[in-house]
């Protein structure tokens, strides 16, 4: 949502610059920007009056302009095909920079001379209108700088709000916590408004087929109503706003829904069928044209606004091309309803379309504020379109919503947040947020229906810490109060692992979950997944399986935007199906990818990323959380390539997969360059972390190093002989390290050079020499006769 400082300022009044609005309102959970409205400069550009308009000879679409700006009268070439003589227009002179068009110079067109441009609204910034000239109102002062005039140099304010924040997609619910914060008053909008002796209720009845979709349905009569253009004002308030102004009438309408926060809608009452209006659920399959012109074809799940007979709404959606207001109505039927958010959502994702209406239905808008909305629209109808307004609201609700009474204690409030507010102000906050305390003894709240989220204690000490200032709460050293709980043993797990993956150099990525269905087949080997009912689109249509498309789609991502040295994680769940009926099975899972090439040192050169960096990451894992030793056996799957594919087991169970990605797949996402991948199962993490280290002492007796080199046939596995190194060598043998591989013609196709350095050591005595090479012995022994390996002497 965006709306002008300026309005902000009308409803409270505050000093606090634009900025600094932003910045109190964002501290207090109302996250805001503040940035001028119009980005390019307004200077030399200025109010003038075309005294005289004339053709260029040779042309049939250009004209010779001759504008009054104050101070003097200059010529300029004109091509709209609206402009007037004695028209109040905007005139950019020489020397002004307009968006879109540069610098404004003298010119000469068809050997006529132009000193300016006549501007539409596209050249100043406030719509994409460039269809003719801006005409100006006639009481428009010739000479004064537009920017005033208009009130353009304004600041836009843009919000970012939570989902439970509906009361705040408006400016009387934004300067409400203005006012609180600034310790304020908040202005709301003051009118009188008329009524005629004829009743509304002998034009039109109102039903409601479905009180739980439509818990409220009101509206007013007003006829001899003229529709035109809407007063500057007005269009100026819409046009920060983000909503282009249509007619006086549409434009009243969004006005008081960004005003109060409630969507309104008229309907031209001449092209009802009958007096009535019955809110119902749509036919399957009826069929009904929106607004847009789009014909859509509905489903229960819709909620129809009808005559009677036809539909003319989508309840809280869109109004049907079939009541539209036009130029020629003159009696139309003012709407103000409130509709259930689950409906609206249900409609808006039927139909395909998003709204400012459905936004503010889907937050939860307030049940109570209804006839306020359209007394304040029919108010405003009256006095710019020249309306009467039938006497009474024509007012049908059936499941009346009143303010819910929640018990708050003053202790409490200051026991959860650490302070000391007193009684007293902790009653000014809630009162200056509308919320009317009760009671001493016995102290109750009574939430106002605008606050649908606020349910529980706990929710009104939040508006308390939040107005209240949350720099204000005092910081702890440590970890108490009735708030505190441990935290749980997969919370730990996944702390660790952020810590551990992020000092490693890895960047950790969210995933959506969501999924392609075909480059997720492509991933999994087409193992069944999940699809989700109401998807957003073909390619987010089922649930991911695998992280490796999660990871597989970041990749793809970096490399688009040439980020193409890549390590990331992700810690995210994966979703299979259950058995018809049964919701689906979701676990978590660690997912890590390498690609590209490491950073360039002075000490070090750049280098491709291989599997083994990928198994260092893994080491790092399993050495640091610490987890029981991961063996790495050869397991071709999809979607690794062939050879450089392993499951990844503790204890015999496979725990996850790691390997590099096959070709073919790296090109289905659009990546040229090797990946490599490991998933881990979370659950079996867990499962396998070993109890909390135990501190040994140092070691008093000297360490007895020694050093054996062989060759083996290519096959043997490095894991097999360093696990027969250790067990042949027995207790006395602490550590086994590879710090040698070679390959080469020296010894043979086929073959291969390992070298092992070997830690002896015991804690209980000095070893003799003898002694460490009666085991080396027997580990020399072993290697020869299990895996026929050659011992390389000196």
């Known amino acids: 949502m965006q709306i002008p400082y300026s309005w902000i300022k009308e ?32 200077e030399s550009i200025v109010v003038g009056r075309i005294v005289e308009i004339k053709p260029v000879k040779g042309t049939d679409h250009l004209s010779t302009a001759q504008v009054n700006i104050g101070s003097e009268v200059l010529q300029v070439i004109c091509g709209a095909p609206n402009a007037r003589a004695e028209q109040k227009v905007v005139l950019a002179k020489v020397g002004a920079v307009l968006k879109g068009v540069g610098e404004i110079k003298k010119a000469k067109i068809r050997g006529v001379e132009s000193y300016g441009m006549i501007c539409s609204e596209r050249e100043l910034g406030l719509s994409d209108d460039h269809s003719g000239i801006m005409v100006l109102d006639k009481d428009a002062p010739v000479g004064e700088p537009v920017a005033g005039y208009l009130g353009i140099d304004d600041y836009l304010l843009k919000f970012d709000l939570t989902p439970n924040r509906g009361d705040s997609l408006s400016a009387v619910g934004i300067a409400r916590d203005a006012a609180v914060l600034a310790d304020k008053r908040l202005r709301k909008p003051e009118y009188i408004m008329e009524e005629i002796r004829e009743r509304a209720d002998s034009w039109v009845k109102i039903s409601i087929a479905d009180s739980e979709a439509c818990p409220r349905y009101a509206a007013r009569i007003i006829k001899e109503v003229k529709v035109g253009p809407s007063p500057w004002w007005i269009k100026r308030k819409l046009i920060i706003s983000g909503i282009r102004p249509i007619s006086n009438v549409v434009d009243i309408t969004n006005l ?34 929106t607004l847009d012109g789009k014909e859509h074809q509905l489903n229960k799940e819709v909620l129809l606004i009808t005559d009677g007979k036809q539909g003319v709404a989508a309840a809280g959606v869109m109004g049907g091309l079939n009541s539209e207001v036009s130029d020629s109505t003159s009696e139309i039927l003012l709407e103000s309803a409130y509709f259930n958010p689950i409906t609206i959502r249900r409609s808006r994702q039927r139909l395909g379309i998003t709204t400012e209406s459905s936004a503010r239905f889907e937050k939860g808008a307030d ?224 997912g890590i990818i390498v690609s590209g090439s490491s950073e360039m040192h002075w000490f ?78 979370f659950e079996a993490l867990l499962e396998y972390r070993k109890p909390a280290a135990e501190y040994e002492p140092l070691p008093k007796y000297p360490s007895a190093p020694r050093d054996v080199a062989l060759i083996v046939d290519e096959s043997v596995k490095v894991a097999d002989l360093m696990q027969g190194i250790k067990t042949t060598g027995g207790k006395l043998l602490e550590k086994v390290v590879l710090f040698d591989l070679y390959r080469g013609k020296q010894i043979g196709d086929g073959k291969k ?34 895996f026929k390996a050659e011992i390389r002497e000196g």
């Open 753 to 786: 050079s390992l070298a092992f350095a070997l830690t002896f050591r015991s804690n209980e005595r000095s070893l003799e020499s003898k002694e460490v090479s009666d085991i080396y012995d027997k580990i020399t022994d072993y290697l020869k006769n299990q």
């Open 367 to 590: 049940p109570n504020i209804v006839t306020e909305a359209l007394n304040r629209a029919a108010y405003l109808i009256q006095e710019y379109a020249g309306g009467q307004i039938l006497q009474g609201i024509v007012d049908c609700y059936p499941r009346k919503i009143f303010p819910l009474r929640i018990k708050l204690r003053a202790t409490r409030v200051n026991k959860v947040l650490g302070t000391n507010i007193t009684a007293e102000r902790i009653k000014e906050i809630l009162k200056g947020l509308e919320f009317e305390p009760m009671g001493d003894e016995t102290p109750e709240v009574l939430v106002p229906t605008f606050r649908p989220d606020i349910t529980r204690e706990m929710d009104l000490i939040e508006e308390i810490a939040r107005i209240e200032g949350y720099d204000k709460i005092p910081t702890a050293d440590r970890n108490i109060g009735p708030l505190f709980t441990h935290l749980a043993e997969d919370d730990i797990l996944r702390q660790a692992l952020r810590q551990i993956m992020t000092a490693q150099g890895y960047d950790e990525i969210y995933g959506s979950g969501m999924a392609d269905p075909r480059l997720l087949g492509v991933v999994s080997g087409f193992q069944p997944a999940v699809k989700i009912l109401n998807p957003i689109a073909e390619e987010m249509s089922v649930l991911q399986n695998s992280l490796i498309y999660s990871l597989l789609r970041a990749a793809a991502h970096n490399f688009a935007h040439r980020n193409l040295d890549i390590r990331l994680f992700e810690l995210g769940k994966v979703f299979h199906p259950a058995a018809q009926g049964a919701p689906p099975v979701e676990t978590e899972q660690l």
């Open 11 to 42: 409803l409270v009044d505050i000093t606090w610059s634009p900025k600094e609005l932003a910045e109190r309102l964002t501290l207090c959970g109302t996250q805001a920007e503040a940035a001028p409205f119009v980005e390019t400069s307004l």
């Open 604 to 681: 070090a050169k750049e280098r491709k990323y291989d599997f083994f960096d990928l198994k260092g990451a893994l080491e790092g894992i399993l050495a640091a959380v610490p987890l029981e030793e991961i063996e790495f056996q050869p397991d071709n799957t999809v979607p690794f390539e062939a050879g450089i594919s392993f499951s990844l087991r503790i204890g015999g169970k496979e725990v996850g997969k790691a390997g590099e990605i096959a070709a073919d797949i790296l090109r289905i996402f659009d990546i040229k360059q090797t990946g490599y991948v490991a998933v881990l199962d």
């Open 256 to 289: 008081v829904m960004l005003e109060l926060g409630h969507p309104l809608h008229a309907f031209d009452y001449n092209l009802f069928s009958g007096k009535e209006v019955l809110v119902r659920r749509a036919e399957e399959g009826e069929k009904f044209t």
